[in-house]
């Protein structure tokens, strides 16, 4: 079985540092690519059949899309300084990025019609899930309840020597109302950048059973099973979290031996 951990590289000519593909994965729903832009570069592409939603990561962008021109989206100088602002893009509509500071933008696709406009996503609401070590903070940018034909993404900060993605759960079975089928990446980032944190991906069959050291700017792809992830102390962790599947919500599973946590 291939590794379910994807490292980035240094920027291609287009500024891409990473590109999961649903075919690279062995996958059928998400896509995920992260570019990295010098002031001024561009980073122009049209996703046919998928739809997208531009997270701006760090930096300050421009986006032209659908006759849309956006201008002064993002200014965080890291994942960790407020919330994301995104730009929702339907399928088949082409879109440029071009970089009015050093920037980084994550692609996030999903199959998609075409329906829907673009528009600007601002996510400022935040969620506190999880008591004591198990605190983390959400940011939704696409759930469940808003407008969009596959895609769910959500941005995520675990603090130092806290755990998220906990108890362990998965949603990997087309059975809604009690569970759904959804693929999901992890894109990692941590405070300060030279730390570490670990990742368990596995079934209850243990036909996959991978745990994994991931640094900053690493992916980990959850293609099925329990993906609880820790932040050892000292360094805070982001994740930004894609998931897509046959059914647009997201409905999951705690492991049973480790259910008990929430019902204390």
């Avoid at 994994?212 to 050892?232: K, L, Q, T």
Wanted: glycine share 10%; proline share 7%.
């Amino acid at each position: 079985m291939m590794s379910l951990l994807v490292r980035p590289h240094a920027p291609d000519p287009d500024g891409t540092v990473l590109d999961i593909t649903p075919e690279s994965a062995g996958w059928k729903y998400v896509g995920f690519r992260v570019v990295r832009l010098a002031a001024g570069q561009r980073h122009e592409h049209r996703e046919e059949g998928r739809e997208t939603c531009l997270v701006v990561l760090t930096g300050t962008v421009s986006i032209e899309s659908g006759g849309e021109s956006l201008a002064g989206l993002g200014g965080r100088e890291t994942v960790f300084d407020g919330p994301a602002t995104s730009v929702y893009v339907p399928a088949g509509i082409g879109y440029a990025i071009r970089a009015e500071s050093n920037a980084e933008v994550a692609v996030c696709t999903a199959p998609g019609s075409g329906s829907g406009k673009v528009r600007l996503i601002r996510s400022k609401q935040v969620e506190t899930r999880g008591k004591g070590t198990n605190t983390r903070y959400v940011r939704n940018i696409l759930s469940d309840a808003d407008a969009a034909e596959s895609l769910l993404v959500v941005e995520v900060i675990t603090p130092g020597g806290h755990w998220s993605s906990y108890p362990p759960h998965k949603h990997d079975r087309d059975a809604f109302p009690e569970e759904t089928f959804l693929e999901e990446t992890y894109y990692h980032r941590l405070s300060p950048p030279q730390g570490f944190a670990f990742q368990r991906v596995y079934t209850d069959e243990r036909d996959i059973d991978e745990t994994m050291a991931v640094e900053d700017g690493d992916v980990v792809m959850v293609p099925r099973g329990y993906h609880p992830v820790g932040a050892p102390h000292g360094y805070d962790l982001y994740y930004l979290n894609v998931m897509a599947g046959p059914r647009r919500n997201w409905v999951f599973r705690n492991d049973p031996a480790h259910d008990w946590i929430v019902r204390q």
